[in-house]
C-alpha cells in the first residue's frame, strides 16, 4: 500500500511540474505580447488562442482570415499577415482574452 501512496505522490509531482511549465511558456508569451503590441506575429496570435482553448478555422475561397471560435465565447477573427499583425488586432485579442489580468494574477 505504502507503494502505491508513492507512485500517486510522484504522479501529483509530475503533473504539478508539467502545469508550471506550460504556465510559464503561456506568461512568457504574454509578458511579449503586452510589452510590444507592434510586433506580434501571427504565429504567436495562434499559439495564444490554441492555448485558451480556441479551435481555427482556415479561411476558404481566397480569405485570409482566420476565425478563431470557443463554446459560449464570441468569435476572435485573426487575419493572416506577415511579417507582424496590425496593432488594432492585437489589441482586440489582449481585451477579448483579458491578457492584462491574466498576466497579473498568474505570472
Not at 5 to 16: E, Q, T
Not at 50 to 65: D, I, M
Request: net charge positive.
Amino acid at each position: 500500500m505504502a507503494s502505491l501512496l508513492d507512485n500517486n505522490i510522484k504522479y501529483d509531482i509530475i503533473n504539478v511540474e508539467k502545469n508550471m511549465s506550460k504556465t510559464k511558456k503561456r506568461c512568457k508569451l504574454v509578458k511579449a505580447i503586452l510589452t510590444n503590441r507592434k510586433h506580434v506575429s501571427f504565429e504567436d496570435i495562434d499559439k495564444l488562442l490554441r492555448a485558451f482553448g480556441y479551435e481555427p478555422k482556415q479561411p476558404r475561397g481566397g480569405s485570409s482570415h482566420y476565425v478563431y471560435r470557443k463554446k459560449g465565447v464570441n468569435p476572435i477573427v485573426v487575419p493572416f499577415k506577415r511579417p507582424f499583425l496590425k496593432e488594432v488586432y492585437v489589441k482586440k485579442v489582449i481585451k477579448q482574452l483579458g491578457l492584462e489580468d491574466f498576466y497579473e494574477e498568474n505570472c
